[in-house]
């Protein structure tokens, strides 16, 4: 199983990126996939979830209205759109799969995929 995330960049302050997150082995059918991140010197967080089946999404306080998750079942592929980026939300962005509950915690996944640098200027 490979989770695969891309889609990274250097952005300016109030821009946007989309990250994607696929994966070969595995099928998100069934799956929590969630987006965490980790910033130089911190511990790893969580940005966004979303439940295949319901389709049912979860974020952050500190990106809420201002990411998006999303799915494409065709695709087997989860989408973060993030807009008006500010330098706080530098850091690396991992995807990440599991069957647990605990959708807001690293433990409650499975599968890592090796992370993307997303880095805001101000």
């Known amino acids: 199983v490979q989770l695969q995330a891309y889609g990274g960049g250097s952005v300016q302050a109030e821009g946007s990126l989309r990250l994607s997150c696929s994966a070969t082995?595995?099928?998100?059918?069934?799956?929590?996939v969630a987006w965490f991140r980790q910033a130089p010197g911190k511990e790893r967080e969580f940005v966004a979830a979303?439940?295949?089946?319901?389709?049912?999404?979860y974020y952050a306080d500190s990106v809420k209205g201002r990411f998006t998750i999303s799915r494409d079942n065709a695709k087997n592929t989860v989408y973060l759109q993030m807009n008006s980026l500010k330098p706080e939300d530098t850091a690396v962005y991992y995807c990440?799969?599991?069957?647990?509950?605990?959708?807001?915690?690293?433990?409650?996944?499975?599968?890592w995929g090796q992370g993307t640098l997303v880095t805001v200027s101000s």
């Open positions: 990440a799969a599991g069957g647990s509950s605990w959708y807001s915690r690293p433990e409650g996944y499975d599968y």
């Open positions: 082995g595995l099928t998100f059918s069934s799956k929590t």
């Open positions: 979303i439940r295949w089946s319901a389709g049912s999404t």
